[in-house]
């Protein structure tokens, strides 16, 4: 069964520049979803108070020291907060039970495996919209969508050019 990506929902990628960010960009280009690159706990923030993200993927640990519970943690004081996809090469199922306890969306393993990494995103993305369905309307949905001008970030559009 083939994904179907929610349009122009932007995905916000919390790794440092090298391989993985070649492979989402890589896995991602052709989809309709905007790829969003920050490196540190505070860049993230900064983009989370920018614009509108439906799913946070990010590293187990930062390049600044921060982990991904720390990503959680401001994502626990946000209202209509996106959802929290964990990455990590030593995934197992402790750290799954830990990230899913914790209130995290779903942990991969890396390298990437593109069909998992589609999947993943769009339950969480379907996971983002019902949320924003039950929650009350506020001013956090009048956000620009895209994300390349925040401060730290690198942008990546990846929407289909016939899509």
């Known amino acids: 069964m083939l994904e179907e990506p929610t349009a ?3 995905i916000l990628a ?3 520049p ?8 890589n896995i991602l280009n052709n989809s309709r979803w905007q790829l969003v690159f920050t490196r540190t ?3 993230t923030k900064i983009a989370l108070r920018s614009c509108s993200v439906a799913v946070i993927l990010s590293e187990g640990v930062l390049s600044d020291g921060h982990g991904w519970k ?3 943690y401001e994502l626990q004081i946000m209202s209509n907060s996106p959802a929290l996809i964990v990455a990590d090469r030593l995934a197992d199922e402790a750290l799954w039970a830990e990230v899913l306890n914790l209130g995290g969306h779903d942990l991969l393993t890396k390298p990437f495996d593109a069909k998992e990494l589609l999947h993943a995103l769009t339950t ?3 996971f983002d919209d019902d949320q924003r369905e039950r929650a009350p309307a506020t001013g956090e949905a009048a956000k620009a969508v895209g994300c390349a001008s925040v401060p730290g970030t690198r942008g990546v559009t990846a929407l289909a050019a016939g899509g």
Do not use: K, W
Not at 18 to 25: A, I, Q
């Open 124 to 126: 969480a993305c379907h």
């Open 14 to 16: 919390v790794f440092p």
């Open 70 to 72: 720390d990503i959680l």
């Open 18 to 25: 090298g391989e993985d960010r070649s492979l989402l960009h």
């Open 8 to 10: 122009n929902r932007v």
């Open 41 to 43: 706990l505070e860049e």
